[in-house]
């Protein structure tokens, strides 16, 4: 199964698109990853516009069998929120227009799918995306490596979706 996952943000939105097993951690394959950025200075509905194409683009382009997107992770921060959530909106809508299945992870399931502990730091989840998919480095940015996990989140926990 191949897995596009999505770590949504209005100027910048990680993807990362892995192959494997559902349920497996075994055979793990990372086939690519990168990010859609939109600049500050353009207006909203326009950078909006623009993620939506660059995402319809890359599941258009990877052809992943389902989408992972990380669910909204409310902060202090009312606006980043809102802004988020919009972006998320956008990612939902191309996903869904591609006729792709979509799984919604909030951030402490992908630390635990990950590490096997909810509130593990962003570098214990970056540690066991080296140990898992055996790279010699961490993928950059960090955004990118977030929607890596989240796609890895996606597949172990397919099988136990399924039940």
Do not use: W
Not at 53 to 68: C, H, K, S, T, V
Not at 147 to 161: F, N, V
Request: hydrophobic share 45%; with cysteine.
């Amino acid at each position: 199964m191949r897995v596009l996952g999505i770590d949504p943000g209005t100027a910048t939105t990680g993807f990362g698109l892995i192959e494997g097993l559902p349920g497996s951690a075994d055979a793990l394959r990372l086939l690519d990853y990168g990010t859609v950025r939109t600049a500050p200075e353009t207006p909203m509905p326009l950078r909006l516009v623009e993620l939506h194409e660059g995402i319809a683009g890359l599941i258009r382009d990877l052809a992943p069998d389902e989408l992972a997107v990380e669910e909204l992770f409310f902060s202090t921060n009312v606006s980043t929120a809102i802004s988020v959530g919009q972006a998320r909106g956008v990612i939902l809508l191309a996903g869904a227009q591609a006729g792709l299945p979509i799984g919604e992870h909030k951030p402490m399931q992908v630390k635990q799918a990950l590490t096997g502990y909810g509130g593990a730091d962003k570098r214990q989840v970056q540690d066991m995306l080296l140990r898992l998919l055996h790279l010699d480095r961490v993928p950059r940015p960090d955004d990118a490596a977030d929607a890596i996990a989240i796609a890895i989140c996606h597949l172990q926990t397919a099988r136990l979706r399924g039940l």
